[in-house]
């Protein structure tokens, strides 16, 4: 069997491994080996570089052999090479010496003399060029067709100019996997493209590369060069050994074959579409310009690297076109392999050919002519499957159990192959229950045939270093399958091809491990595979298998098909990412059956049919039933043409024939003269380009050029094409641009034959998008020299400034250099103003390469350029692409475990204010401020740590009290204990401070009460050490911010709150005799600070009375009387504690307190308060050798040495370290003019000791009038919530979620209507909430609220009736309100801006066109409330926030878009009634919920509408198309509200007295989650989380999204009344609307009668 000229030589994998072993002293680790044949032959290899241990490396290259031969120009191009390292290799006795190279500076001097100085010259000189003189000219080859213009040394030199060329060794591969890995090949390159952006002095280099790319302009009449195009494939290295060359190039993870079968999402939109064909033809037109087709260019030679850049491979096709002799180039399968394989005889029986198709295999299958272990090998290589990767192996049918030998005429023994062996194996009872319990239902969840049963399979063959890897670490032999029997059991997986045909696989390689053993009705492995292929090929087998196929290639992978046959798989949940592999369904309708050669009987479901064949497959004769079958073949062949796809002109032409012509193959220009002589005439005039005209090629699409524009382009651009081998190229082009739009190819073998013969376009081509249809028909025109050039078409007005920018931008990052470089590019390029130019569309498209690589950054230098990069993408992009792209990448930087730079740098507040004015409070909150907090987790990391705690300290201010309480303060407080640094418990401090003494003492220290009250709890012995661990540092961290925030508190407060309370904290801990040492010390220093703070009198009033139990137990104490340091040498590390202050047991903390109140109080009051005093002061004199001396300096140790950890926190120190506040609304950061009422001082006076016997009450009741004047006064302590939180198990890490324990309080409540409240609009910050109620006179009235106050500061009266609808839009600061018109006024002023009305013509049919512009203020008369709506009115509006459009609903049932921005009505989709009466309106509107990050780490947005219907029924609409989706009856009744909970579920209530969820994933008309219960219809409900509250006349109802039915199978709401906060009094007003504050654990409802209640 012979192969095509050019095409892979026949070597089994076997031999491939092992010429790679012999070339590179087996020390290049093979991977597999890789083949577009259905057998294991081809001449690549996946290939590893082994480190000094022998461990293969990550990175992974593909070895390319291609045949040596002595007259073939690329040969002696190697040759020529090695000749010039005689060292290393020795010089071919009869090189032709004729046969040279010029030197590259004879020619690239002239390519570009300029202003420029020489820098890199040296770079750009191709080492193949300095051959030591030998500078003799050649034009073209007289032997070869590489080039139609140039000699073969240029035209290979400008294809491949970069690899390292000599002898197959294995220090020439590790030093080309050294360069590449390093980015040393193309370095020089982008360097000197970054000096030339900068307006630096450059060479030729940056020159050359950008005239590639298109700068100025694309040039049709290249010139060779030493500059590689980004759009082909970089070959590394080129080995000679003794009959073979091998090329080296990098693998990449996909080819554009692999994404259009196995992940066509991927390919997002129709700019992508455009973006790879562009850099296509932009390679093409290089190639073209060189007088070279590429002459196969199909998706599977479309390479796509991990940024999805494209490459086009090149291979032997391109670099071997000898014209000696055709014969040099035909090789059989097995002419390469060594002597004495045995894998040529294994598949000498097979008759497969590459020149055959599907179509044809499929008639030769169906009429006998072909075995079906061929026709699986051929359906296996269309479904990707490969040999030799393990992961996505070459799979076959088990077709017996081994139980019994197989005999036709016995029923026993054989496999079932109606059923998959993932079924037979599990059974159908645990399917069905893994497919209804499931929440993606599935039957099967992995591969019909898993690497693990494949190598398990091959234990025996394959080395011990993959088994231990795919199998299990630890090699075990005895745990493989023994006996095929046991094998078949053993897995629910497939069989493999080996078992059919190699014997050699039961035959170990391996110690320890036996052969695999027979069925005993086998005598030896080679018998069994005889006898297994036999059953294989039998008729009972035939008969069943092509329902084995519909399993694992048809129809039932998917739909109904799969669900009945138990086949559905479960869905990957990157769907959208690229895969090289993956499930590809051939076939959608039923497979037939085979038909049997000879005469013989066919047993299937219990018929017998009798049937003979005769060659042709029209003549026969058994009936009109195997007409019929006939019939159903044709046409189930026709059905699966895409299996034969066709990209190239000459191929059809070739299969036509009946002998290979290979004319087809020869350039038809090959006559043409040469342009070389004239090309380098051309090229010595000058070019003179600067960083200008890069910057030109940035621009911003222009909107008006369309569909006309590229009609007028294909009837006014003249072709230039120069051959027919490069108009197939073009052809190439527009099948593929085909494929890409329309998911299948456009054309097979027969309807290209077809198109040629008599013109006839596919049906498919109408489909197409009328501008793509454009460019498809230019380019498969059938008159050749009519096809636009590759130049034409990049010009064309079919690819838009946004895909020219971005190519510029784009290119220079996949040069082939490193990390830093490409990252100096980004910098270098944005700063000059780049992404600005193109756009923010354009820049959107270019950010993934930037901040992949900002990501990546390392040094402080990368950091440095990182942060610029972040910053501009910042400034250009949309709010919806900062929120899909920026924030990612800011997550993963604040999510790395090192401390870094950039990370550092990211938490400065200049970077978080300005992204927190793109992307507001919300995104902020959600997305980046959990992982500031996360930074303060980890002490090893010094500069981030300080600069996230001085980013909570300076946003908590703008934050707001609620906000801080929640969001930052709890995090931080959950923290404590398990390894808070000692920068968060700053933060913690000196929020405190900034905000002042009554936030400590309201907020922060009832919280920190809990945590003391809990950790105590937790500090017994009985509890497991790391239980007691937890709690002796957390109560250190408590300490410690206690020492924090003494200072800011008055005497008053500190003994309110820390001593008079029954549980004072220091006490507490001191009493514990279970509590560690250290911590013991920790306090009694605590305590005496604060005993210092409130002064001697306070002291004795208050502390010494609770220190006597201790005093007392001190001095009666024995001296051995110790305690256990739980945590020993860990506390100590926390504390900090000075050696010498060490105590070693609870006697010894007389030594801490006793001296320190005798210097506070005097002696004499001391003793007089401590009736112990004799026994504690002989106590010390004995064991410490103190005693009270009346003069001067009594302590032997002083106060100053026992201060612990945070000695700094004085008065002094806190007024001087109150931190900078975040001010988004200004210019960088500011410190506040008024701290308010912070310190000691400021508050309250000091109290003379008489004070002391006033009632509490009565001192609180003096300071109320001050509390109320402060900020937040009414927000009550977050500390009732956390009861029975356990602390030891939460930590304020990122998306810690604790429950909000909704307590149906009303804590604030004040009248802001005159009539009743009908909805609100909370700002982003929950600071700011605009209400729309009823105002005198039934008007509308608005009121925009400061909730810190909770006073009115501003009003808007423009309304003349009710106002029934109210949001913020957010990116202009505007508000939108609705009384039937919408009004549009300045939400910081009040000031009317426009408004917008329907008119009556307009709300009948659907508009595009910019009819109904901003109307001047004339509302309409009649309100909502006085008389029924117009059905022109506007009922409902709802703000598409990505888009920056509002979305309003009607009277009549339509949405209107309105472009506030620009000020005029966009589209109106019109919504049909649903019956003959009244249109019904349109009562609400939601979208698809804000961003959501998938586990691909991409964002989605929104991409549909929902809308809610007065007559109960609800409508999704796709927001693209405006097409509906689905309709269905939700309610029975008006349907009062609906939200988007998620991007799969929707929430709605209405008047029939219920709230439903409903799953977009599931059928429309199912029953979902009803919840019942409520007294009246449900007027509103607000969504946040799984949480939903829900209104019900004067009570609320609590529910989940995730609730689980009672016993009865019901969902119930039990609604509640709201209380005050004393709990005495309820709620009796209706409840008109609600809102969730989610940030702030609050929800704001209105009422009937006017009043806004803020609740929790």
Partial sequence: ??????????????????????????????????????????????????????????????????????????????????????????????????????????????????????????????????????????????????????????????????????????????????????????????????????????????????????????????????????????????????????????????????????????????????????????????????????GNLHPENILLTDTSWCWVQLGKK??????????????????????????????????????????????????????????????????????????????????????????????????????????????????????????????VSEECLSELAVCSYKARRLPLSVLRIAVRSVYEP???????????????????????????????????????????????????????????????????????????????????????????????????????????????????????????????????????????????????????????????????WNLTPNYIVHASAHLKSNHHKEDHLIDTSENVPSRETECGTECKRTTIIDSSDVLDKFEVDDDSIGYQELLLWRQTSSSEISSESTANDIFSIGCILAELELGKPLFDHDSLDSYLEDGVLPSSVHDLPHHMRVIVEACIQKEWNRKPS??????????????????????????????????????????????????????????????????????????DLGYVVLTEFLKCLKLEAVIKLVLPSIQKILQAIEDSHLKVSLLQGSFMQEMWNRVGKQEYLEMIHPLIISNLNNAHQKSSTSAASVLLVGSSEELGVPVTVHQTIIPLLLSFGKGLSNDGVDALVRIGTLYGENFIMKQIIPLLHSIIETCISASFVHNAEPIQSWASLALVDCLTALDGLVPSMSTETIVKELIEEKNCPYVQILMQKDIGICLLQKAAKSLVRVCQQIGPDSTVFYVLPKL??????????????????????????????????????????????????????????????????????????????????????????????????????????????????????????????????????????????????????????????????????????????????????????????????????????????????????????????????????????????????????????????????????????????????????????????????????????????????????????????????????YTTMNYLEFSDKLLVGTGNGSLRFIDVNQGQKLQLWRSESIDSGFPPLVSSICSSSSAEVNPDETATFPSWIATALSTGYCRLFDMRSGKIIASWQAHDGYVTKLVAANNQQLVSSSLDKTLKIWDLRRNWTAEQTVFRGYSSGVSGFSVWGQNVISVCRNRIGLSSLNSSPDEDGQYSVTPQHLYTADGESKNMSALTAISILPFSRLFLVGTEDGHLKICC
């Fill in 790 to 863: 590759a130049k034409c078409l990049l010009e064309s007005p079919y690819f838009p400034n946004s895909i020219k920018s971005s190519y510029v931008f784009l290119a220079p990052f996949h040069l082939l250099a490193k990390e830093e470089s490409h990252l100096q590019y980004a910098a270098t390029i944005t700063k000059q103003g780049a992404l600005k130019m193109m756009g923010a569309f354009g820049a959107e498209m270019c950010a993934s390469y930037c901040l992949r690589l900002v990501v990546n950054s390392g040094s402080d230098t990368e950091a």
């Fill in 318 to 443: 391109q670099l071997l076109k000898s014209k000696i002799t055709n014969e040099a180039y035909k090789h059989s399968y097995g002419d390469f392999c060594f002597e004495g394989c045995s894998s040529h005889a294994l598949y000498a029986d097979l008759h497969l050919s590459q020149s055959d198709n599907w179509q044809s295999s499929f008639h030769k299958w169906w009429k006998g002519e072909m075995s079906n272990f061929e026709y699986l090998l051929i359906l296996n290589r269309l479904a990707g499957r490969r040999w030799g990767d393990h992961t996505f192996y070459t799979v076959m049918p088990w077709v017996i159990d081994f139980s019994t030998k197989p005999d036709v005429n016995i029923d026993s023994g054989w496999r079932d192959l109606s059923k998959s062996k993932w079924r037979l194996a599990k059974g159908d009872e645990q399917l069905d229950f893994t497919y209804s319990t499931s929440e993606i239902p599935h039957h």
């Fill in 1108 to 1433: 006597k139990e201790l005093f007392d137990e001190i001095a009666f104490s024995q001296k051995n009387s110790d305690s256990v340091d739980l945590v020993g040498g860990l506390l100590k590390t926390k504390l900090n504690a000075v050696e010498e202050d060490s105590i070693v047991n609870r006697m010894d903390l007389a030594l801490l307190l006793y001296p320190e109140f005798a210097s506070l109080l005097g002696i004499e009051k001391l003793r007089h308060c401590c009736a112990t005093w004799l026994l504690l002061e002989q106590f010390l004199l004995r064991h410490h050798n103190w005693k009270w001396v009346h003069t001067g300096d009594f302590v032997q140790y002083s106060s100053e040495s026992m201060n612990g950890r945070r000695s700094t926190y004085n008065r002094a120190s806190t007024s001087e370290n109150v931190p900078a506040h975040f001010s988004p609304n200004g210019v960088g950061w500011s410190r506040p003019q008024s701290q308010g009422k912070k310190g000691s001082k400021s508050f309250l006076p000091s109290k003379v000791m008489s004070e002391h016997h006033q009632n509490l009450a009565d001192r609180h009741g003096a300071s109320l009038n001050l509390e109320m004047q402060e900020p937040w006064y009414w927000f009550p302590s977050p500390a009732a919530g956390l009861n029975g939180v356990d602390f030891s198990a939460r930590a304020g890490g990122p998306k810690d979620d604790l429950p909000w324990k909704i307590r149906a309080t009303v804590i604030q409540s004040i009248r802001a209507h005159h009539g009743a409240l009908r909805s609100f609009a909370v700002c982003q910050n929950e600071c700011t909430v605009f209400t729309a109620g009823v105002g005198p006179g039934f008007k509308g009235s608005i009121q925009k609220w400061e909730l810190s106050r909770v006073n009115s500061i501003l009003g808007y009266n423009g309304h003349d009736e009710v106002v029934n609808d109210i949001c913020v839009l957010a990116s202009s600061a505007r508000v939108a309100s609705c009384d039937g018109t919408v009004h549009i006024w300045n939400g910081q002023t009040g000031k009317f801006i426009s408004v917008f009305s329907e008119t009556s013509s307009g709300s009948t049919q659907f508009i595009e066109r910019d009819l109904d512009h901003v109307l001047n203020f004339n509302p309409l008369p009649g309100g909502i409330l006085s008389t029924a709506f117009h059905g022109n009115s």
């Fill in 1 to 294: 069997m012979e192969m095509e000229m050019g095409s892979e030589p026949g070597m089994c994998f076997e031999c491939l491994q092992q010429r790679i072993e012999i070339d590179f002293s087996g020390r290049l680790t093979f991977v597999h080996g890789l083949t577009c044949s259905p057998l294991p032959f081809g001449s690549s290899a996946v290939v590893q570089v082994s480190n000094s241990g022998g461990v293969a490396s990550q990175q992974q290259f593909v070895l390319n052999y291609v045949p040596y031969s002595a007259g073939d120009c690329f040969s002696r191009y190697i040759d020529e090479y090695c000749a010039l390292e005689a060292d290393n290799c020795s010089t071919r006795e009869n090189l032709d010496s004729s046969y040279v190279k010029k030197d590259a500076t004879e020619f690239s001097d002239e390519i570009f003399s300029n202003k420029h100085s020489t820098s890199d010259a040296k770079n750009t000189e191709c080492r193949h060029f300095m051959s030591g003189g030998r500078n003799t000219y050649l034009t073209r080859c007289d032997l070869c067709n590489i080039s139609s213009i140039f000699s073969c040394s240029r035209a290979i030199t400008s294809l491949a100019p970069t690899p390292q060329i000599g002898c197959a060794s294995y220090e020439l591969f590790e030093e080309i996997a050294s360069y590449f890995s390093s980015g040393l090949f193309e370095d020089h390159i982008l360097h000197s493209v970054n000096h030339f952006i900068e307006g630096k002095s450059v060479g030729r280099d940056s020159i050359n590369f950008l005239s590639l790319v298109g700068v100025p302009s694309f040039k049709e009449n290249g010139f060779p060069g030493c500059t590689r195009h980004p759009n082909i494939g970089p070959i590394l290295g080129m080995m000679k050994s003794s009959s073979l060359i091998s090329l080296v190039v990098p693998k990449t993870p996909y080819t554009l074959e692999n994404v259009l079968h196995y992940s066509p999402s991927f390919i997002k939109s129709d700019w992508h579409v455009r973006f790879i064909i562009y850099q296509l033809l932009s390679a093409l037109c290089y190639m073209h310009g060189l007088g070279i087709a590429h």
């Fill in 478 to 640: 005895n745990e493989y399958p023994s006996n095929m029997q046991r094998l078949y059991q053993w897995t629910p997986d497939e069989c493999i091809p080996e078992f059919y045909c190699d014997p050699s696989i039961f035959y170990s390689l391996h110690q320890g491990m036996p052969n695999l053993a027979v069925p005993s009705w086998a005598a030896t492995p080679e018998a069994f595979i005889k006898m297994h292929r036999d059953a294989l090929e039998s008729n009972r087998v035939s008969c069943q298998l092509h329902q084995w196929i519909d399993i694992t290639f048809g129809y039932k992978m998917s739909g109904d098909a799969a669900v009945a046959a138990k086949n559905v798989m479960l869905t990957s949940s990157t769907s959208k990412l690229p895969r090289s592999t993956g499930r590809r369904q051939l076939f959608t309708q039923p497979h037939p059956p085979r038909h049997i050669i000879t005469k013989e009987t066919c047993k299937e479901n219990t018929h017998q049919t009798e049937t003979i064949y005769f060659e042709d497959k029209n003549a026969l004769y058994t009936g009109m039933s195997h007409l019929s079958k006939l019939e159903e073949a044709i046409s189930f062949c026709d059905n699966s």
